[in-house]
């Protein structure tokens, strides 16, 4: 007789089901596709096997990476390049992210690399925060109005809406200013501006890089966790949906309650030849303001630059990958097409040894209903670090109970 | 499910034997004394019963396989019968094509190396087990007072055998499918776990008083590789005696690194190789785990008084955990001299 019956086979799934098997529980785990992992997965283009889904994690909290110790890949976090990443403006070439930034917004509004990207008007316009009184704009509900307010539209349209819509998928006039950054309001109220505040973050923020990979592929935390669940007992059954009457003990949903509600997210990734790449010309890759002229990708990852470990696997090969909000026609020739405007290196059919197409839906925020133990990204956001440590406490919670 | 109360265990014949009540932590009056492979190859008597008799049919016939478990006890006067079978038993009743080629050891005819292999393994039916049953049943209807110790390999060790088509130098193969396919290889352990702890179940529910479980090659793994890739599924094998109050033995060769946490899989008493002394071995693992060894099986061979010295050194040093149960580091060598044997028992027991 089973314990506790686990719905959804991904990270949130694998870890409630993996802890409370440890913990001497009988637990049930029923994945309705023909594979655990969900977004964390692999595939192989070009004859490498690369992240078809998350290929980094925030470091905040050390969750993944205590997770990673305990599976056995400990030794296996990895930090990317210090080559950082670019920004793709409306207008213009590409520029590099100013070095001090929250979310895009500046710690230092004139300084030469937030010029580059704003223009010399709108950087003087994001300098009047340092005068506006501190209590200007402090009860802004959204990221958004925040930034308008204390530093003008050009700091928010050119650098805060691109980076945020590539961290959260969403305009920052669309994201609560607590959620996005926790702890900014308070730090403004105690600095007097909008870049102190930013400058005083940056500075108490733990050194080092805020995201790590895995070496070989954040894929191998799921064959890990597999391997777990079978170690210590877990029934996986696969190919098979949870009809009422069906599963047993407490169950835990780790699958959004609407498989179908969500944002659709399309990945191209393209295995190019190209030693023109081999300088990495736009760091570790770009993010790209809305209407950037003649770009439909909305954010582009150079992984070999990014990921040594990769660079070497790929021997001289270059991994780029695109994500896209909205399926454009030709995908392939797109992604070519925006990778060769946005690396401002001239790429054609011929230099493409392989390509791949991939469509994740990220499920909507929807909380958990009444009398469910739900976990995974509909009620932990988006994010490992966010996830794991959520269904973490949902197994402790039960253990404890 | 408990044990029958018709158990030697219970019913008075062995409760209160000098071996149980170490194992339990107890000192008894005299130190009891068996010797790890005490029945088989070093006796006379032995090898004229196995004439025309391949090993494993041996193992299998139930008068065999008891007659073997008591000759040692007849001989040297041990305070214990370990039964006499080989770690591939239960495989081979499993359904594994295995043979034990003189010279070499177990013989796996189709190695398990890939995650079809594993697939296609079948558990074990219980009833494949039933002339183990009945070959310990005839042994403990005539051992009276002395207990009968259940044996099992360990899964990691057993699947080594299975991945490596035989007895192998480093264990390569298998240490190199715990990474390559870590979930094939959890299936694998798990497959070992169970077919192993029904073969010790089988045994512990048709007689024997306790139960021990060899990781012979152990001593192949980091402290790291067992306790993640291993220690769950030994943890499993045991797991099939919940419910019986027997006392678990553990033992592994070269386990110095690894000893701690061999005992953490749910061990009551811990076997020691030659490799640490019993005062370190009882430090490492606390101080309050029953230990049984470790005599250097290289000075069985040695003239008598330096082999006395040992085993008396073997002793003062056991004297540092709660209780003592004299063995070997590992098995009986196949050129033994049975007398030496003999004279050892004789010398831990004060005659």
Sequence with gaps: ?401 | MPLSSDHPLLDGRTGQSALIRAYRGERPDVTPVWFMRQAGRSLPEYREIRVGNAMLDACLTPELASEITLQPVRRHRVDAAIFFSDIVIPVKLAGIDVEIVPGRGPVIASPIRSASDVAALRPIDPAALDPIREAVAMTVAQLGSTPLIGFAGAPFTLASYLVEGGPSKDQQRARTMMYADPQSWATLLNWCADVSGEFLKAQIEAGASAAQLFDSWVGSLSEQQYVRRVAPHSKRALSHLRGFDVPKVHFGVGSGEVLKAMHDIGADVMGVDWRIPLDEASRRLGGDVPLQGNIDPALLGAPWHILEAHVRDVMDRGLSAPSHVVNLGHGVPPDTDPDVLSRIVGLVHGD
């Design chain 1, 1 to 401: 007789m089973t314990d506790v019956t686990v719905v959804g086979g991904g990270v949130a799934g694998m870890v409630v089901a993996r802890r409370l098997a440890m913990g001497g529980r009988s637990v049930t785990l029923v994945e309705a596709s023909d594979h655990l992992g969900g977004t964390v997965s692999r595939h192989m283009v070009g004859g490498i096997d690369l992240d078809a889904g998350a290929e980094s994690f925030a470091t905040r909290g050390g969750t993944v990476a205590a997770l990673a110790a305990e599976i056995g890949l400990g030794d296996e976090v990895v930090s990317p390049s210090t080559a950082g990443a670019w920004l793709q403006p409306v207008s213009g070439p590409a520029v590099a992210m100013p070095a001090t930034n929250l979310l895009g917004i500046p710690g230092t509004p004139l300084a030469a690399d937030v010029i580059a990207v704003i223009g010399q008007r709108a950087a003087i316009r994001a300098e009047l925060d340092a005068i506006i009184p501190s209590l200007w704009a402090r009860k802004s509900l959204t990221l958004g109005a925040l930034v308008r307010r204390r530093m003008g539209a050009g700091v928010l349209e050119k650098l805060v809406a691109p980076i945020v819509h590539g961290v959260h998928s969403l305009h920052p006039d669309d994201i609560q200013l607590d959620r996005a950054a926790p702890g900014l309001r308070a730090a403004l109220a105690r600095e007097g501006s909008l870049a102190a505040a930013v400058r005083f973050m940056r500075d108490s923020a733990p050194a080092g890089s805020s995201v790590a990979g895995i070496r070989g592929g954040m894929h191998r935390l799921t064959t890990e966790l597999a391997a777990d669940l079978e170690t210590y007992g877990v029934d996986v059954q696969l190919g098979r949906t949870a009809e009422p009457g069906s599963i047993g003990g407490t169950v835990v949903r780790a699958a959004p309650a609407d498989p179908t509600a969500g944002r659709r997210i399309v990945l191209a990734t393209l295995v190019v030849d190209a030693p023109q790449l081999d300088a990495a010309p736009r760091g570790t890759g770009l993010l790209v303001a809305q209407g950037a002229a003649g770009i439909t990708a909305r954010a582009l990852t150079h992984s070999t630059a990014k990921w040594e470990w990769l660079r070497e696997r790929a021997a001289g090969r270059h991994v780029l990958r695109l994500s896209y909000d909205e399926e454009p026609g030709k995908l392939q020739a797109t992604a070519l097409q925006d990778a060769s405007a946005l690396l401002g290196v001239r790429l054609d059919d011929s230099s493409v040894v392989d390509f791949a197409r991939v469509e994740w839906l990220r499920p909507a925020a929807s909380g958990a209903a009444a009398g469910v133990i739900q976990v995974g990204e509909s009620v932990a956001g988006s994010g490992l670090a966010g996830v794991i440590r959520q269904a973490e406490a949902v197994a402790q919670e039960l253990l404890a109970g």
